[in-house]
């Protein structure tokens, strides 16, 4: 596709209920991360992928948060047992390799009620 | 720890005016430093990256400076535009082998007719 696309754009879920965040990235880009962004801060890393490998998980805040990109292409972040501290936009970004320019997502808007 | 901290939080110009934004940071090892420009309900875009050893980058009317010295990077953004209203963001890489990226807060302009 044109660019970085991501669904849903918006997400209300009840606390407790489990979701799931696709991202669908630019044709041929190899690297793909996730970034959480609460209002009125800058995105932060939650993790990284090189292909369909995780190299880095490090930024995912509990065992709740579990991101695949299984044949490398198409990504899907799940939270499970949402709790209301994890409303935010979470964004999703491709680029050809880890150090090159990222592209964004528009991103998904979650929120907990 | 490391951070990324940018100045000022907001900002109100008018249109046509220049404006120099602050990124100061304390990541170390360094590897580079990025601006975005993020629209409102829109994923960040990268306006420019430096390495260690680059001083000055310049896209069309924005132009970033970096001192790798004093740990300080500016943005300058000449005869602004109504459309240069967004949060532009400064990001930066560790030099450490991983893949995580520390964002700022963003610094909001808004640009005045």
């Known amino acids: 596709g044109a660019g970085v696309s991501q669904s849903p754009r918006y997400k209300v879920a009840k606390r407790g209920q489990d979701v799931a965040l696709r991202c669908d990235p630019i044709s041929g880009h190899v690297s793909l991360f996730w970034y959480q962004q609460a209002l009125g801060q800058g995105p932060e890393f939650l993790t990284y992928f090189q292909n369909e490998a995780q190299l880095d998980k490090s930024g995912l805040p509990s065992d709740r948060f579990f991101a695949e990109r299984p044949e490398g292409s198409v990504s899907t972040l799940k939270i499970q047992r949402t709790q209301q501290e994890d409303s935010a936009v979470y964004l999703c970004a491709s680029s050809l390799g880890a150090e090159e320019t990222q592209y964004f997502g528009p991103g998904t808007r979650l929120l907990v009620l | 720890k490391n951070q990324v901290e940018q100045s000022p939080q907001s900002l109100i110009i008018l249109e046509g005016k220049n404006c120099t934004l602050q990124?100061?940071?304390?990541?170390?090892?360094?590897?580079?430093l990025r601006w975005y420009k993020q629209d409102t309900g829109r994923g960040p875009v990268s306006l420019t990256i430096m390495t260690f050893s680059e001083n000055t980058k310049s896209n069309g009317r924005y132009t970033a400076t970096l001192d790798a010295d004093t740990k300080q990077s500016s943005l300058h953004i000449t005869a602004s535009q109504l459309s240069d209203s967004a949060s532009y963001i400064c990001v930066v890489k560790a030099g450490t082998g991983g893949f995580k990226t520390i964002f700022g807060a963003g610094t909001r302009l808004f640009v005045k007719a």
């Open positions: 990124c100061n940071y304390t990541v170390s090892p360094f590897s580079n």
